[in-house]
């Protein structure tokens, strides 16, 4: 078995008895989802990204999407009842999270965020998802994001449009 690393997100899923089976790759970065699906010869929709995002208000979110997608801010500020949403500059993604940009799961966190889970994510038999480190995720039965997060589910995904 591969030796990997054991961050917070591990802990968090052997502490909620979560079946995964980790995935260790070169992390390039800047690659995203892209990277991480070549690598690993999954499709880049399978692979979750984990983003941190805040309201107008300031107030820290985690949204999680598929690899091949985008986030409708308009659509999710829209669902959630705020004036707007935007993406976190690493640094402070960082602070809100724990984990560095790159290597960002949403198991684990240094505090507890609302997430917000792309609804179409459940209709996938088995996901890829960060594990806490750059070059690290873990697949797992994305049906145990409800059972571990509780999430609240929106439908804001868009097609990508060129390079993330």
């Given at each position: 078995?591969?030796?990997?690393?054991?961050?917070?997100?591990?802990?968090?899923?052997?502490?909620?008895?979560?079946?995964?089976?980790?995935?260790?790759?070169?992390?390039?970065?800047?690659?995203?989802?892209?990277v991480s699906s070549k690598k690993l010869g999954v499709p880049e929709h399978?692979?979750?990204?984990?983003?941190?995002?805040?309201?107008?208000?300031?107030?820290?979110?985690?949204?999680?999407?598929?690899?091949?997608?985008?986030?409708?801010?308009?659509?999710?500020?829209?669902?959630?009842?705020?004036?707007?949403?935007?993406?976190?500059?690493?640094?402070?993604?960082?602070?809100?999270?724990?984990?560095?940009?790159?290597?960002?799961?949403?198991?684990?966190?240094?505090?507890?965020?609302?997430?917000?889970?792309?609804?179409?994510?459940?209709?996938?038999?088995?996901?890829?998802?960060?594990?806490?480190?750059?070059?690290?995720?873990?697949?797992?039965?994305?049906?145990?994001?409800?059972?571990?997060?509780?999430?609240?589910?929106?439908?804001?995904?868009?097609?990508?449009?060129?390079?993330?």
């Open positions: 078995m591969t030796k990997h690393p054991v961050t917070p997100a591990i802990h968090f899923l052997r502490d909620n008895n979560v079946s995964f089976t980790p995935h260790l790759y070169e992390y390039e970065e800047r690659g995203g989802t892209a399978i692979v979750v990204k984990t983003l941190v995002m805040e309201t107008d208000q300031k107030e820290p979110l985690v949204v999680l999407m598929h690899g091949d997608r985008n986030v409708s801010l308009k659509e999710l500020a829209r669902s959630i009842g705020v004036k707007s949403i935007s993406p976190c500059p690493p640094e402070v993604a960082n602070r809100h999270s724990g984990y560095q940009v790159g290597g960002t799961s949403p198991f684990g966190l240094r505090k507890k965020l609302p997430i917000y889970l792309q609804e179409t994510i459940l209709d996938l038999p088995l996901i890829y998802i960060n594990g806490g480190g750059k070059g690290f995720l873990v697949s797992l039965d994305p049906r145990e994001i409800i059972r571990t997060l509780q999430p609240k589910l929106v439908n804001v995904a868009i097609e990508s449009k060129g390079m993330k």
